[in-house]
């Protein structure tokens, strides 16, 4: 049994996993309500919100999986990548814990318990498979191996998906997050109203960009306003083609991924995998080659510690250890 603890963003969270998959507890403090009003994560108020809520997040997964630290064999936090002040909280919390209870401290990357996720709910996950991670801070595309080894294919060179629906949907006074209402609304418009850019879809390689299509939608706004259209209508038309220029240009790297590297199976992890076209899209086409899709279930998709205890559970298996020197990590290299 090992505690995952995460703290890297606006999530306050902790979990206790058995064997890398079993669930026992995975409790999750959300900061949407302190955030909404800035559209989007005010880093220092992250930090604050993390330490009046991470003892009582923990004591709580305890609680719920019915154990103590006494039946813990080891400590994971995440300790990168994230917003450093956020970070340090989980870290120092984790390492404390460690101490006074003289347990093993594993620091984990927090993109790999996002890859981890899948595994945690399906049996026979095939390797070697494309793991496609999408949200507010990452979008990569990763061949993962067996034992967990991985080759980074492609990431984003700018704003990450989830980025570009949260600001789009801050410009367009949505809310925040702009994930959800986006996809929301989405459902409810034609896809085909306005055609916005495909940015990178057709280069050689595997390279994301966003920026264009949050800079197209701020144009196509404008235009709409000095051309006296009501801004309601200006709005119909963005919110469901959107998603839809972001989502064409995921599926269509995933799949040429799977068709270059010869690989099974993908799996979609990441906050911005909740997003219901996007599961169907990419099911869909991968569909037409012969390749499976999975992903995890929602409460899975964004953060949380079971995912950080569950690819823990690989590295002690491993022989990973951290000793009290380590450190929160806000940026370098993805693994």
């Not at 590295?315 to 951290?322: A, F, M, N, V």
Request: aromatic letters at 6%.
């Amino acid at each position: 049994k090992i505690l995952g603890i995460d703290t890297s963003c606006d999530e306050t969270a902790a979990a206790v996993v058995a064997d890398g998959r079993e669930v026992l507890s995975n409790i999750v403090a959300s900061q949407v309500e302190t955030h909404q009003e800035y559209g989007g994560v005010v880093p220092e108020l992250a930090s604050r919100k993390h330490i009046e809520a991470i003892n009582y997040i923990v004591s709580r997964s305890l609680a719920e999986a019915g154990v103590t630290f006494k039946d813990l064999e080891a400590i994971a936090v995440t300790n990168r990548p994230g917003l450093i002040g956020a970070l340090l909280v989980g870290v120092a919390a984790a390492k404390s814990l460690a101490y006074c209870h003289n347990l093993p401290l594993l620091g984990i990357n927090h993109i790999e318990g996002h890859i981890y996720a899948p595994c945690m709910v399906h049996d026979a996950l095939p390797f070697p498979h494309i793991c496609l991670t999408v949200s507010g801070g990452h979008t990569l595309l990763v061949e993962v191996h067996e034992g967990w080894q991985y080759k980074v294919l492609g990431s984003t060179q700018d704003d990450a998906a989830g980025e570009v629906y949260d600001k789009v949907a801050k410009y367009l006074g949505l809310g925040f997050p702009g994930g959800k209402v986006i996809d929301d609304l989405a459902q409810k418009g034609n896809p085909s109203a306005v055609k916005f850019p495909r940015p990178m879809r057709n280069t050689d390689d595997y390279q994301f960009s966003f920026s264009g299509i949050k800079t197209s939608v701020r144009y196509f706004v404008e235009k709409a306003r000095r051309a006296g259209l009501l801004v309601e209508n200006g709005q119909q038309d963005v919110k469901p083609t959107n998603p839809a220029a972001v989502v064409d240009v995921l599926v269509y790297k995933s799949l040429r991924a799977v068709k270059a590297t010869g690989a099974a199976a993908i799996t979609l992890t990441g906050g911005v995998a909740a997003n219901s076209h996007l599961r169907a899209s990419l099911k869909l086409a991968a569909a037409e080659i012969g390749a499976e899709v999975y992903y995890p279930p929602m409460n899975l998709c964004t953060d949380n510690g079971a995912m950080i205890a569950g690819i823990a559970y690989q590295k002690y298996q491993q022989g990973l250890r951290d000793g009290l020197s380590l450190n929160a990590t806000p940026k370098g290299s993805i693994f």
